[in-house]
């Protein structure tokens, strides 16, 4: 069983650069089953989530290599069968995306209700009735959600909410239906932009993408492309607070400003310096206290939720008092009662998180709770007293590529290691 070691104390400097962008590949790779021939898509990052998604592809018959370090090449022409293999779809909520691509290739699908982190109620029934809105009937059996379709048919669709998954699904899905596709109330990120330019670039007609409205004009049939994916905003977001948290000097390479605008504006308030330059983003904390800021998330362009976690942390040792509010979901918080053992002092009323910062963290063992909660803290990690054991590390492992060997190169104390039950490594 591996754990991660941190000793605080390190204050982060140098450069890290930003990897592709997890969500972002993963819309990308379920819209490229839709493409008959060979797709090259660079800057893909290697994390177990796409590892995951592209053993799914291969036992349904895609051809998908890497042809170096983050470059993939992906022929989905002999696709196979319709029905994934449940056992690894239950592992990761991307996949679900795979039905309305599936059913646009065999008129069915056979794919079971997805995993992933328990950070809250996720349902796919905003997936399914924008599926059945565009022609699709279903039948769920023993977990499993079974789809039918002769070709998908372009509807009028207005979310409930403006989900990026759901977004990105039914686009997928109207690509190739006949005729025009409207979704109203639709997610705005960055990905769900990406995944609308990748489809174009292989033939579809998508517009009105980065707006509360998008439009899709069917066509027949898609063509490969080469494209490339996102620097991810996540991965940017948590190593600039790492570097704040640490009073460090970080440049963020390839980091878009943008992408990370809200978390940003808040991060500033708090005092940390942020400075947008030619490929990236430096990062660093001048003052010797870190302020207390008030946020809440909201769907895209609010404050993301993913990184939630992430500036809560940093809060934790903020001077005074700060408020987050959890507005996506409800479970986001769980990653506080790991941070209450290092001594940080959080209370939770409902929805809210009230932060009192405290003048130091004490190093302690710890459990990730969930992806973006394990990277919390690490991050929490990087100013405690002490070492900080974190393990279930495979909720990080979803969405961060060298996450330990990237902090070791901006100067953390920071090991990641095999340990028998109960013993703890000699080198730490």
Do not use: W
Not at 99 to 106: D, S
């Amino acid at each position: 069983m591996e754990h991660i070691f941190v000793r605080g104390g390190k204050a982060l400097s140098g450069v890290v650069e930003i990897g592709g962008s997890k969500n972002d590949a993963l819309a990308i790779l379920v819209g490229a089953i839709l493409v008959p021939g060979v797709s090259i898509l660079h800057n893909v990052p290697v994390n177990t989530d796409i590892h995951n998604l592209l053993n799914i592809f291969r036992q349904m018959g895609v051809q998908a290599n890497f042809t170096s370090s983050n470059t993939l090449e992906l022929d989905a022409s002999n696709l196979t069968t319709s029905e994934t293999p449940h056992d690894l779809v239950r592992q990761m909520r991307a996949s679900f995306n795979l039905l309305g691509a599936i059913m646009t290739r065999f008129g069915h699908a056979e794919v079971a209700m997805p995993g992933g982190c328990n950070i809250g109620a996720r349902p796919v029934n905003f997936h399914i009735e924008g599926l059945r809105q565009l022609g699709a009937e279903f039948t769920l059996e023993h977990g499993v959600y079974h789809g039918k379709v002769d070709r998908f048919l372009g509807a009028d669709i207005n979310l409930e909410f403006p989900s990026a998954g759901t977004t990105q699904h039914l686009m997928i899905a109207a690509t190739c239906a006949m005729g025009t596709t409207t979704i109203g109330n639709c997610a705005a990120e960055p990905e769900v932009v990406n995944l609308a330019e990748f489809l174009n670039a292989c033939g579809a007609k998508i517009t009105g993408v980065g707006t509360s409205v998008i439009v899709i004009e069917g066509v027949q049939t898609l063509h490969p492309t080469e494209f490339s994916i996102l620097p991810d905003r996540m991965q940017a977001g948590t190593y600039a607070v790492a570097a704040a948290i640490s009073g460090g000097d970080v440049f963020l390479k390839h980091a878009i400003y943008d992408h990370s605008r809200h978390l940003f504006s808040k991060m500033l308030d708090a005092g940390i310096q942020i400075d947008a330059e030619l490929d990236g983003i430096r990062v660093k904390r001048n003052a010797n206290t870190i302020l207390p800021v008030d946020f809440k998330t909201m769907p895209h362009p609010g404050f993301p939720t993913d990184m939630q976690p992430i500036l809560a942390t940093m809060l934790t040792i903020g001077d005074g008092t700060s408020v987050v509010t959890e507005t996506i979901y409800e479970n986001r918080f769980r990653f506080t009662m790991e941070l209450a053992k290092m001594g940080a002092d959080v209370r939770i009323s409902g929805r809210n998180a009230i932060i009192t910062g405290v003048k130091r963290l004490s190093g302690a063992p710890v459990v990730s709770p969930d992806l973006r909660g394990g990277a919390a803290l690490v991050i929490a990690g990087l100013v405690a007293e002490g070492v900080t054991e974190i393990s279930d590390l495979h909720h990080i492992d979803r969405g961060y590529e060298n996450l330990v060997g990237n902090l070791q190169h901006l100067g953390a104390d920071i090991d990641r290691l095999t340990i028998k039950e109960g013993n703890i490594p000699c080198s730490v």
